[in-house]
T-cell receptor, first 112, second 114 residues
Framework: KQEVTQIPAALSVPEGENLVLNCSFT??????LQWFRQDPGKGLTSLLL?????REQTSGRLNASLDKSSGRSTLYIAASQPGDSATYLC???????????FGAGTRLFVKA | DAGVIQSPRHEVTEMGQEVTLRCKPI?????LFWYRQTMMRGLELLIY????????DSGMPEDRFSAKMPNASFSTLKIQPSEPRDSAVYFC????????????FGQGTRLTVV
């Protein structure tokens, strides 16, 4: 059974700092891995989707990597801004990408 | 497109009552997912549909929960009878092409059963 763990649970950094959020999964036979952002009281917004055949994806200041052999993914945020403050969740999908297991999330606070 | 639309945004009901949550996916998306989010259990997949057909409902917690997708633009999640432990935020999400593409989430329905 797939389990997804995110470390740390919470993170507070000063504005401008580069940071890394970690995601680990127990079953390496994933179909894809997706990173989401969730603001308080809102739904989830997809940030990056990495297919199992890919090693990384980039969008603006965000870079996500995937290492299936070690069961890890990282989300790198460059030059953090107060607007980046949110909860970040990773989700591993098996079985054709339909069955998605979410981590508990990392709550990020970027101080101005 | 307005994105995935869920209604109502908030629902407060008494234990034992029937609750129906509604979702309109993004036009042209062929897959729809229902999730439940709680502090204790995080985000859990309840059921997903592909081309209006339920593919896997193993995440549905009990027989009190049921979901339908009568057409490509509408889905419902029903709880009957509702219980206080059903209190949670329920999200609907859709994707363009199954699990190959990014998921778009609705704003969620916050359900409180008293």
């Amino acid at each position: 059974k797939q389990e997804v763990t995110q470390i740390p649970a919470a993170l507070s950094v000063p504005e401008g700092e580069n940071l890394v959020l970690n995601c680990s999964f127990t079953d390496s036979a994933i179909y894809n891995l997706q990173w989401f952002r969730q603001d308080p009281g809102k739904g989830l917004t997809s940030l990056l989707l990495i297919q199992s055949s890919q090693r990384e994806q980039t969008s603006g200041r965000l870079n996500a990597s995937l290492d299936k052999s070690s069961g890890r993914s990282t989300l790198y945020i460059a030059a953090s801004q107060p607007g980046d403050s949110a909860t970040y969740l990773c989700a591993a999908a098996n079985t054709g990408g339909f069955k998605t297991i979410f981590g508990a999330g990392t709550r990020l606070f970027v101080k101005a | 497109d307005a994105g995935v639309i869920q209604s109502p945004r908030h629902e407060v009901t008494e234990m034992g009552q029937e609750v129906t949550l509604r979702c309109k996916p993004i036009s042209g998306h062929n897959s729809l997912f229902w999730y439940r989010q709680t502090m204790m259990r995080g985000l859990e997949l309840l059921i997903y549909f592909n081309n209006n057909v339920p593919i896997d409902d193993s995440g549905m917690p009990e027989d009190r929960f049921s979901a339908k997708m009568p057409n490509a633009s509408f889905s419902t999640l029903k709880i009957q009878p509702s219980e206080p432990r059903d209190s949670a935020v329920y999200f609907c999400a859709s994707t363009l092409q199954g699990g190959n593409t990014e998921a778009f989430f609705g704003q969620g329905t916050r359900l409180t059963v008293v």
